[in-house]
C-alpha cells in the first residue's frame, strides 16, 4: 500500500531523515514513537509534501514517485492520497463545525454542496458531533474542534491519514475523546502513521510502533515486542524515560 525507500531530508547542512525505508499495509495502523527532534514530524511532512523531500521513492497505491524527478501532477495526487492532522486544528473561525469537515470537498474537490454536505453530516455522526453541526469553533471545546479536525482529514477519502501528535495540545481530560475516534477509524481498516507521545494509546491501537532517533527508524516491531522486549538500546532508553 505505502513503500517509502531511501528516503532523506537535509534543512541546510542538518541532515533530518537519513535513509527511511518503511512500509505500511493497507489498513494497518502505524505508531512513530521516538525522542523530540528525531524527525518525525519531518518524515510526515515529507509523505504528504508539506517538505519536500531530497531524494527517496514514495509509492502510494497505483502512484510511485522518484523525489528527484517528482512532476506537479505528481505532488497533487500525493496530496490527494494522504491527508494529515495536525497538533493544532486551525479551524476555520467564521465557519461552523459542518463547513469546515466540507470546506474542501467544494472548494478543492469541487464537489456540490448537497452531495459534500450528506458526506460532512455522516462525519459529524462517526465522530460523535451530530449535535455540534452548527456551532463555531468557538463554541466547541479543544477535543471537540480536534475531532472536528480528524473529520476534515477524513472527508477528502484519503488512502492514508497521517496525525502528528493529534493530541498534544489538549488537556489531559480532552485526550481520551480523541484517542476514541481514531480507534474507531482503526477499526474501519483506515490506514493510518501516527505520531504520538500517549505510550498507552500506542500500545492498544498500533498495529506496528516505529521506533525513530536521531533521523532514522532504529528498530519497529509489535507493541508488546517494542514494549516488553526492545532489542535496540536505544529504544530501550526512551522507553525509560516515558514508561
Ligand atoms: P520531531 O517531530 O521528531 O520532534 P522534527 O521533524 O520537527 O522532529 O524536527 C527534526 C529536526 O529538523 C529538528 O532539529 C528541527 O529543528 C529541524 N527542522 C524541522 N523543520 C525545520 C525547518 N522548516 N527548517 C529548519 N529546520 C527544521
Ligand atoms: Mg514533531
Same mark, same amino acid.
Given at each position: 500500500?505505502?513503500? #517509502?525507500?531511501?528516503?532523506?531530508?537535509?534543512?541546510?547542512?542538518?541532515?533530518?531523515?537519513?535513509?527511511?525505508?518503511?512500509?505500511?499495509?493497507?489498513?494497518?495502523?502505524?505508531?512513530?514513537?521516538?525522542?523530540?527532534?528525531?524527525?518525525?514530524?519531518?518524515?510526515?511532512?515529507?509523505?504528504?509534501?508539506?517538505?519536500?523531500? +531530497?531524494?527517496?521513492?514514495?509509492?502510494?497505491?497505483?502512484?510511485?514517485?522518484?523525489?528527484?524527478?517528482?512532476?506537479?501532477?505528481?505532488?497533487?495526487?500525493?496530496?490527494?492520497?494522504?491527508?494529515?492532522?495536525?497538533?493544532?486544528?486551525?479551524?476555520?473561525?467564521?465557519?461552523?463545525?459542518?463547513?469546515?469537515? #466540507?470546506?474542501?470537498?467544494?472548494?478543492?474537490?469541487?464537489?456540490?454542496?448537497?452531495?459534500?454536505?450528506?458526506?460532512?453530516?455522516?462525519?459529524?455522526?462517526?465522530?460523535?458531533?451530530?449535535?455540534?453541526?452548527?456551532?463555531?469553533?468557538?463554541?466547541?471545546?479543544?477535543?471537540?474542534?480536534?475531532?472536528?479536525?480528524?473529520?476534515?482529514?477524513?472527508?477528502?477519502?484519503?488512502?492514508?491519514?497521517?496525525?502528528?501528535?493529534?493530541?498534544?495540545?489538549?488537556?489531559?481530560?480532552?485526550?481520551?475523546?480523541?484517542?476514541?475516534?481514531?480507534?474507531?477509524?482503526?477499526?474501519?481498516?483506515?490506514?493510518?502513521?501516527?505520531?504520538?507521545?500517549?505510550?498507552?494509546?500506542?500500545?492498544?491501537?498500533?498495529?506496528?510502533?516505529?521506533?525513530?532517533?536521531?533521523?532514522?527508524?532504529?528498530?519497529? +516491531?509489535?507493541?508488546?515486542?517494542?514494549?516488553?522486549?526492545?532489542?535496540?538500546?536505544?529504544?530501550?532508553?526512551?522507553?525509560?524515560?516515558?514508561?
Amino acid at each position: 500500500m505505502i513503500k #517509502i525507500e531511501g528516503l532523506y531530508k537535509s534543512f541546510d547542512n542538518l541532515k533530518v531523515l537519513k535513509e527511511i525505508n518503511l512500509e505500511i499495509n493497507k489498513g494497518e495502523v502505524v505508531v512513530i514513537i521516538g525522542p523530540s527532534g528525531t524527525g518525525k514530524s519531518t518524515l510526515l511532512r515529507c509523505i504528504n509534501y508539506l517538505e519536500e523531500p +531530497d531524494e527517496g521513492m514514495i509509492d502510494i497505491g497505483d502512484l510511485k514517485v522518484n523525489i528527484e524527478e517528482m512532476t506537479k501532477y505528481d505532488i497533487h495526487k500525493l496530496r490527494r492520497k494522504t491527508s494529515m492532522v495536525f497538533q493544532t486544528y486551525n479551524l476555520f473561525k467564521n465557519k461552523t463545525a459542518l463547513e469546515n469537515i #466540507i470546506e474542501a470537498l467544494v472548494v478543492v474537490k469541487k464537489m456540490n454542496k448537497e452531495e459534500a454536505k450528506e458526506i460532512g453530516l455522516n462525519i459529524l455522526e462517526q465522530i460523535g458531533l451530530s449535535d455540534k453541526r452548527d456551532s463555531y469553533p468557538s463554541q466547541l471545546s479543544g477535543g471537540q474542534k480536534q475531532r472536528i479536525g480528524i473529520g476534515r482529514a477524513m472527508a477528502m477519502n484519503p488512502e492514508v491519514m497521517l496525525f502528528d501528535e493529534p493530541t498534544s495540545s489538549l488537556d489531559p481530560e480532552l485526550v481520551g475523546e480523541v484517542l476514541e475516534v481514531i480507534k474507531s477509524l482503526a477499526k474501519e481498516d483506515m490506514t493510518m502513521l501516527i505520531v504520538t507521545h500517549e505510550m498507552g494509546f500506542a500500545n492498544e491501537a498500533a498495529d506496528r510502533i516505529v521506533f525513530m532517533d536521531n533521523g532514522r527508524i532504529v528498530e519497529q +516491531d509489535t507493541p508488546k515486542k517494542i514494549f516488553n522486549n526492545p532489542q535496540n538500546p536505544r529504544t530501550m532508553q526512551f522507553l525509560e524515560t516515558v514508561l
